[in-house]
C-alpha cells in the first residue's frame, strides 16, 4: 500500500493506502469521488471507463494507477471548460440528442474528444475506428458521428 499523487483534472490529488496494482477506475470513483465515469465490462472491451491518461483515449477499468500516477489524467467531470461552458462535444451530444440511456455517453465522449485533438478534421473512417472500441447498448452511433463531424465543421476542440 503507497500514497500516490494523481494530477486529475487540472487538480494535485492524493490517494493513501492504495495498491499500486488498483484499476485507475475505482481509485477515481471511489477515492476520489469522480463517478461520471462508469464501469462496463471490467476488460477495457466496452469503452465506458475512457479517460484520457496523458492525453490519450485509455480505459481506466484495466489501467493500473501506478501508471497514470505522472500523467495528466482528465475525466468527463474535467472535459468541460467550466461549469457555464460545456466542452463543443458536449454541446453537439445534445444539439444531435444522442444520449438515450446515457450508460456509455462519458467513455464516448472522452474518446470522440481524443480523436478531434489528434485529427482535427476526422473522415467516417477515423472516427469509426477511434470509436470501435466504445459499445452504445442503444445504438446511437450515427448519432455520435453526426456529433463528432459537427464539432470537426465548426473548427474543433482546441
Known amino acids: 500500500m503507497t500514497r500516490l499523487s494523481l494530477q486529475v483534472n487540472g487538480e494535485n490529488r492524493f490517494v493513501e493506502n492504495i495498491d499500486p496494482s488498483t484499476p485507475l477506475l475505482w481509485v477515481l470513483r471511489d477515492h476520489l469521488g469522480l463517478v461520471g465515469t462508469k464501469y462496463g465490462c471490467g476488460k477495457g472491451l466496452c469503452g465506458s471507463c475512457t479517460v484520457h491518461v496523458g492525453g490519450k483515449?485509455?480505459?481506466?477499468?484495466?489501467?493500473?494507477?501506478?501508471s497514470a500516477a505522472d500523467q495528466e489524467?482528465?475525466?468527463?467531470?474535467g472535459l468541460a471548460k467550466s461549469n457555464e461552458e460545456l466542452h463543443p462535444l458536449q454541446d453537439a451530444w445534445i444539439?444531435?440528442?444522442?444520449?438515450?440511456?446515457?450508460?456509455?455517453?462519458a467513455g464516448q465522449l472522452m474518446s470522440a474528444a481524443a480523436l478531434l485533438k489528434e485529427k482535427p478534421k476526422p473522415n467516417n473512417t477515423d472516427i469509426d475506428a477511434a470509436m470501435s472500441g466504445n459499445i452504445c447498448r442503444c445504438g446511437t452511433y450515427q448519432r455520435i458521428r453526426k456529433a463528432i463531424h459537427s464539432v470537426a465543421e465548426k473548427g474543433g476542440v482546441a
Open 57 to 66: 483515449a485509455m480505459r481506466s477499468c484495466s489501467l493500473p494507477v501506478s
Open 73 to 77: 489524467i482528465t475525466t468527463i467531470e
Open 95 to 105: 444539439e444531435q440528442d444522442v444520449p438515450q440511456c446515457g450508460y456509455c455517453q
